[in-house]
């Protein structure tokens, strides 16, 4: 399925999966998040690989939700909610580790599905940056549990000011665990899997106790599926998403830079 934009390979038994849509920053859609959720599933059983690897290629992790294809009903932002928190599902339910390898900036949603991982490792280009709030857009993927358990009191800051944390801020507050070079990032996020997954059969205990409780993270996507039709019938998020979109067309155009096009996000 080259059009869900994500590329499954096996690497020292561990299975990589990359978001591969560099020319939008590896900006999900519907069918992305689909085949993701399930390839998470395929492979979290353990009776193919020792463990998993999120990433994304070029200089994105990715930008999130593709705003062009944005929910127009409020069906939609429910079939939209419910592809990133099947996400969470996904990883959370996996008897292997699953690792994000944070190769540059993780938007939105993006960023949040990290959240559910059980380690973030991320290169000095990675990013994290929230802007819901400022959009009219309500987090998902179960992170108004998932935030503040990682980075205390800073989820307020983090959700509500939507800064944009630089790599080494997220290592200071606990976005990232570790910071590592560009081109060993792949190879050491491997290599955590295999050192954490020596044993398959405690491994998968361990992870059980140390994941956050399903029924804990049920309960955060039904508050946060209210919050979303709340925005959505109060306005907020079609202001939020047209005003976005106005900004973007008044805009002037920026020379590309060599380190991130930040005109998509």
């Known amino acids: 399925m080259t059009d869900s934009y994500l590329d499954e390979r096996l690497d020292r038994d561990v299975a990589v999966l990359t978001l591969n849509r560099p020319a939008k920053l590896n900006a999900m859609d519907v069918a992305t998040r689909v085949r993701l959720a399930r390839a998470i599933r395929r492979y979290g059983t353990g009776d193919l690989v020792r463990g998993i690897v999120l990433t994304g290629t070029g200089r994105a992790f990715s930008a999130g939700e593709d705003l062009q294809s944005v929910p127009s009903t409020y069906d939609e932002i429910r079939e939209a909610f419910a592809t990133f928190h099947d996400i969470t599902r996904a990883v959370l339910a996996t008897r292997v580790p699953v690792i994000a390898a944070v190769n540059g900036i993780a938007v939105g949603g993006a960023s949040e ?98 994941r956050p409780r399903p029924e804990d993270i049920e309960a955060a996507f039904a508050r946060e599926d209210d919050a979303a039709r709340q925005a959505w019938e109060s306005g907020a998020f079609t202001e939020g998403i047209g005003g976005f979109w106005a900004a973007k067309s008044t805009a002037p155009t920026a020379p590309e830079t060599s380190n991130r096009d930040r005109s998509r996000l």
């Open 113 to 210: 599905i990290t959240l559910c991982c059980d380690a973030r490792i991320g290169t000095p280009a990675a990013e994290y940056y929230q802007p819901e709030n400022h959009r009219g857009i309500i987090i998902s993927n179960a992170s108004s549990v998932l935030m503040g358990r990682l980075v205390g009191n800073h989820a307020m800051r983090v959700i509500l000011g939507s800064p944009r944390i630089d790599a080494e801020e997220a290592l200071r507050i606990g976005l990232l665990d570790e910071i590592v070079a560009p081109e060993a990032l792949l190879d050491h996020a491997i290599d955590t899997v295999a050192q954490w997954n020596s044993d398959p059969r405690t491994t998968a205990l361990h992870l059980g106790l140390l």
